[in-house]
């Protein structure tokens, strides 16, 4: 079974950046689509962004300010945030597709779609 692991999640200042980092156990990690979520306090989880093998999917509002890519060599998928706002607080979770179907039919924004998930990595932006 895959293990995924967070990490580069802090407590910075708005206007920050950080690169979130999502580590797995296996080389068949690169094979899978993963993807980011984050959930706020009080609120439900969110869609972030998403990379497969050749294409990256954003939630519209983060457009331009995040950025997801993969390293391969490493296992990793990271999630640069730049320019960073109180709003963006959260916990941030890594998560494995099993197939790409869900970014055919549209549906990756869905935490269903998604079986395998890390632990997550907190980051509070404070004002």
């Known amino acids: 079974q895959v293990q995924l692991v967070e990490s580069g999640g802090g407590l910075v200042q708005a206007g920050a950046t950080l690169r979130l980092a999502c580590a797995a156990s296996?080389?068949?990690?690169?094979?899978?689509?993963v993807a980011w979520f984050r959930r706020a306090p009080g609120k439900e989880r969110e869609f972030v962004a998403a990379?497969?093998?050749?294409?990256?999917f954003y939630a519209e509002p983060l457009k331009g300010r995040f950025t997801i890519s993969r390293d391969t060599a490493k296992n990793t998928v990271y999630l640069r945030m730049n320019s960073l706002k109180p709003e963006d607080t959260a916990v941030y979770y890594c998560?494995?597709?099993?197939?790409?179907?869900?970014?055919?039919?549209?549906?990756?924004?869905?935490?269903?779609?998604?079986?395998?998930w890390g632990q997550g990595t907190q980051v509070t932006v404070s004002s």
């Open positions: 998560a494995l597709a099993l197939t790409a179907q869900a970014f055919s039919r549209n549906t990756y924004y869905s935490p269903t779609e998604y079986p395998y």
């Open positions: 296996e080389r068949t990690f690169n094979s899978f689509p």
């Open positions: 990379v497969t093998w050749s294409n990256t």
